[in-house]
């Protein structure tokens, strides 16, 4: 079980990069008061929380219903998680965040950012929830189910953690650090997506 948390912690916590949401949400909040920094940030992971349990318990019945075999979202989504993972190796991930954190800043009416774009996409992002849906689908009785859960509920409160600290924590960091870090969490993402492929394929031709 603790191999299991594990593998599903650094899954996920690769797919939402705190730290790389962490500067973004800094500067989508820029001039609020702390108070409503925190506010934003708390229900902006209650939200993505709450999309991200809802496919892990009902992806699969999603899949059954639209004739999609597991194997083949196997495939989907570990190819998904790959091009997540060249972003992050070559910044491309971070320019586009960047982008759109820009494009939501320039917009007068958008004040309160928790929904649109921290929920939804940066959040629970389709590579979110590609790979909470095949570590729920992996997982063996309620049991295992439970142990993933516990590890995607421990990266959201990491992720809250890091939004609320997002200013300090930035400015400790520094873009450099910031830089190596995500490389480093894109190289090891590639190799689990890697992995998700290699089983969809065996699952497909194999079994």
Excluded: W
């Amino acid at each position: 079980m603790t191999a299991l948390f594990f593998s599903a912690f650094i899954t996920l916590f690769v797919v939402i990069d705190p730290p790389g949401c962490a500067p973004i949400y800094a500067g989508l909040t820029k001039g609020a008061a702390p108070a409503e920094r925190r506010s934003m940030a708390i229900r902006a992971v209650v939200i993505a929380g709450i999309i991200l349990i809802g496919f892990a318990l009902f992806g699969e019945d999603l899949l059954d219903a639209l004739h999609i075999e597991l194997d083949s979202f196997r495939i989907a989504g570990g190819i998904m998680l790959f091009l997540i993972a060249l972003e992050m190796v070559f910044e491309k991930r971070t320019q586009r965040r960047e982008d759109r954190a820009e494009k939501v800043a320039a917009t007068p009416e958008v004040e309160d950012v928790s929904v649109f774009p921290m929920a939804m996409p940066m959040l629970a992002g389709p590579g979110a929830i590609a790979a909470i849906m095949l570590l729920t689908n992996e997982a063996r009785g309620t049991e295992e189910t439970l142990v993933v859960l516990g590890a995607m509920l421990a990266v959201l409160a990491l992720t809250a953690a890091a939004l609320i600290a997002a200013g300090p924590l930035i400015r400790v960091l520094g873009d450099r650090v910031e830089a190596v870090i995500t490389r480093l969490l894109g190289v090891l993402l590639a190799a689990l997506a890697t992995q998700y492929v290699l089983d969809g394929l065996k699952g497909t031709f194999v079994g």
